[in-house]
């Protein structure tokens, strides 16, 4: 979509939080969750059974640029307060994605029905959370004014292994014309608990990123002549781990729907 084409102010879906979370647990949200209310971190998701956990959380650990851990939920207790006094683990993400040894078997709206007494959720930063200081800084992310979600790629960037764990990068990537990526990293270093600064500007091929229009998971977005790709560490890299860990079960958001929480972005702004 052209620039001129854009809204100056992407229209906001539910300010508040709770109103979110609410709309999505009665299934009247069930899309992407880039502008819900804006200026609230949101965070990817991953579920594993408690025998996994400890492996999965080392993961993170060693990979704090993709899986910024921003919560953590005991066994068996699908909610996690310190994120939300009413957040519902099991109902408050508009899709879900379901992972029997490794392999994704579908999207399901809520998870209810497949909780266990010994499942541990964990929640990670997400991109999303940095997106309103991008727009408050002025600079357009075609994605919102188009009303879908962030493309991402799996790139030839390794992770550092954790037992099981391993795999590759996956980033997302948001085009910005010279002068504007250049104030988008300087924005976004601000957050490092939600990606922080981009990890890849330009030239896609470097990182294993054969087409551009074509990503690994979410809708492509057109990158303009006089623009460049900019690409940043995603939350999404987790369930790629997961492909190559193959746990007997596993959920995760489907990219793209995520954890809408009650912290604000300031509280995960660096000073």
């Known amino acids: 979509m052209p620039d001129s084409l854009m809204p100056n102010v ?15 647990r009665a299934g009247r949200h069930t899309g992407w969750t880039a502008n819900v209310a804006p200026g609230f971190v949101q965070g990817n998701l991953a579920i594993l059974p408690a025998d996994w956990a400890g492996e999965f959380l080392r993961y993170c650990q060693l990979n704090p640029k993709p899986c910024p851990i921003v919560g953590m939920s005991e066994p068996g207790d699908p909610f996690l307060p310190q994120l939300g006094q009413d957040l519902d683990i099991r109902s408050d993400v508009p899709s879900y994605r379901v992972f029997r040894d490794g392999v994704p078997e579908g999207d399901v709206p809520d998870i209810a029905h497949l909780w266990r007494d010994d499942l ?5 930063g997400c991109s999303f959370s940095f997106e ?20 991402m790629y799996l790139t030839n960037v390794p ?11 996956v980033v997302s990537m948001r085009p910005f014309k010279p002068a504007d990526a250049v104030r988008a990293v300087q924005v976004t270093s601000r957050f490092p608990n939600v990606h922080g600064a981009p990890v890849h500007i330009g030239l896609p091929h470097l990182i294993g990123i054969d087409d551009i229009d074509q990503p690994w998971e979410g809708p492509a977005t057109e990158v303009m002549a006089d623009e460049l790709p900019v690409f940043w560490a995603c939350g999404v890299t ?20 995520m954890v809408v929480t009650d912290i604000r ?7």
């Open 265 to 271: 972005n300031a509280a995960v702004a660096a000073l």
């Open 132 to 151: 309103a200081a991008l727009l408050d800084a002025g600079l357009p992310l075609r994605h919102i004014a188009c009303g879908t979600g962030v493309p």
């Open 10 to 24: 992407p229209a906001t879906l539910f300010a508040d939080p709770r109103e979110a979370r609410r709309a999505i």
């Open 159 to 169: 992770t550092a292994p954790a037992g099981r764990f391993h795999g590759n990068l």
């Open 238 to 257: 987790p369930q790629a781990a997961i492909r190559m860990a193959r746990p007997p079960f596993a959920i995760t958001h489907t990219p793209g729907h």
């Open 120 to 124: 541990v959720a964990f929640v990670l």
